[in-house]
């Protein structure tokens, strides 16, 4: 690992600084994960060795828990379900994932010792586990899950002291990875990948990981098939400077991020972005109309309404009761769109909402609109080369080119291609499926400049073949990736 290098970083414990220059784009390192499992929500609709999304899976015969693509995703996981297929079936029942996933690391550790790669920087004895930092309550569910672990734990298997188990659930504990499905749209499972546990938090990072399961048709690379983290520079970065990543959205105000922080990670975050709660006013501001700016009383009134409404929202998606969702957002964006800034965070919830429940109704002039104004409120948020900015700009571009509005489309999805190629890299699934929406808009384009009725013939007829379906049911946002490491609730 010449790229990082260990050090101690003021005020913060230790953390990774680099060894040398990068620039937006260089992947800094990339790193095989000890172990990873599926969620027990999900464990029947994810393949357990490549965590695909797949309609039919084949179970596996002996355990009837494991659940897998075909013969061959089986035989890769193999190694790593083997002791585990065993012990439910003498255990008698499935433990949840908390368990599953130390006993994974640990079997694999009694196996192949605390280094486990060449590229490993740390022991999984050197990571922090913040025990002695956990509340009353956490602590008592702690001690039920080491509790069904010690009773899944084959008594065939190495023993481990208490103190030693404790400290593998208190690392997953605040470490744990969040592990999302092929595309990264959905959040699958959870694993443990050490050297990123190394790296630091700031609101405002210089730093991004992206998951990436390998190119299972590769055989030349020692990545084959594996599942694998990559930490991306999102700029230049100087030799000697500290890396970070952002473990929570930035779309937080910064009281809310300080608080979740302290809460899930046991620290106070004092970056430049906390202590001057820099873009607070925007994402809580009013809107100015011809100088004219709203009373701050207005603005919390309108505030408060949204928060209230956006719950009824939620729980309208939620029971997939879709009109009614666009009913109460327009009644609430009606009230509260002449009071509140285009940059107000509410509003981009709602807007986020319509636009995905719109373009699943098929109204896509009204989705393209509302993504279009929860993207250009997201420029003004994020950091240029934020991930959930080039998703969003994503979407924008397929919901302006399911409304024909392929000019706008094609200008979203080149800027959702250009984030995408620095904070996934062009091997990424998700890149390449941009890769292939931006050639055939851009033809489209060409052809609307040269004979728009031509165009719009053609554009009827792909809408029936929905080569670009991105048209899932509108249920998954919230399941959706917003905290880089997994806190079971
Ligand atoms: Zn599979
Ligand atoms: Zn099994
Ligand atoms: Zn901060």
């Known amino acids: 690992m010449e790229n990082v290098a260990i050090f101690d970083s003021p005020g913060k414990g230790r953390g990774l600084k680099a060894s040398k220059e990068f620039w937006a784009g260089d992947v800094i390192f990339s790193e095989p994960s000890i172990a990873a499992v599926v969620f027990d929500s999900l464990a029947e609709r994810i393949c357990h060795s490549c965590f695909r999304t797949q309609d039919k899976l084949q179970r596996c015969g002996q355990c009837k828990f494991a659940h897998y693509c075909d013969r061959t995703c089986q035989r890769a996981g193999w190694a790593e379900h083997k002791q585990e297929c065993a012990s439910i079936k003498s255990y008698g029942k499935v433990p949840n994932e908390n368990i599953r996933l130390v006993a994974r690391i640990l079997w694999r550790l009694d196996k192949e010792g605390s280094m486990m790669s060449d590229m490993q920087i740390v022991t999984l004895e050197e990571l922090e586990d913040h025990i002695s930092d956990m509340q009353e309550d956490e602590l008592k569910d702690f001690k039920v899950d080491i509790h069904n672990y010690l009773d899944y734990w084959p008594r065939t298997s190495k023993q481990h002291t208490i103190d030693d188990i404790s400290h593998i659930f208190g690392v997953i504990n605040c470490n744990g990875f969040t592990v999302s499905d092929q595309k990264g749209l959905q959040a699958v ?213 399911q409304a024909g509005e392929i000019e706008i489309g094609h200008g979203m999805v080149c800027k959702a291609y250009a984030i995408l190629m620095i904070t996934h890299g062009p091997l990424h699934p998700i890149t390449k499926d941009l890769e292939a929406m931006r050639m055939q808009t851009e033809m489209e384009l060409r052809m609307f400049k040269q004979n728009e009725y031509v165009y719009h013939s053609m554009r009827e007829a792909a809408l029936k073949n929905k080569p670009m379906a991105m048209m899932h049911e509108p249920r998954s946002v919230e399941e959706g990736i917003k905290n880089l490491f997994h806190r079971k609730k």
């Open 189 to 401: 499972g959870v694993g443990l990948f050490p050297n990123l546990c190394m790296v630091n938090h700031n609101c405002w990072p210089n730093c991004t990981v992206i998951l990436n399961h390998g190119n299972q048709s590769a055989v030349n690379t020692m990545f084959h098939s594996q599942r694998r983290i990559e930490l991306r520079s999102l700029g230049k970065i100087e030799e000697g400077e500290e890396l970070t990543v952002s473990y929570v959205d930035f779309m937080n105000l910064s009281e809310e991020r300080r608080r979740l922080l302290k809460t899930q990670y046991f620290f106070d975050c004092t970056c430049e972005h906390c202590n001057n709660h820099i873009k607070d006013d925007l994402k809580m501001g009013g809107r100015e109309v011809d100088g004219v700016k709203p009373t701050e009383e207005q603005v919390k009134e309108a505030t408060d309404y949204c928060f209230e409404m956006m719950d009824k929202m939620d729980k309208a998606r939620l029971n997939g009761n879709y009109h009614e969702v666009v009913k109460i957002s327009k009644e609430c964006l009606e009230k509260t769109e002449p009071v509140l800034s285009d940059t107000h965070i509410y509003q981009l919830r709602m807007w986020s909402t319509l636009s995905e429940v719109q373009a699943y109704l098929q109204y896509f002039d009204d989705a393209a609109d509302y993504s279009r104004k929860m993207v250009e409120g997201y420029m003004k948020l994020y950091h240029p080369n934020n991930a959930a900015l080039g998703m969003a700009a994503m979407r924008a571009g397929v919901t302006h080119w």
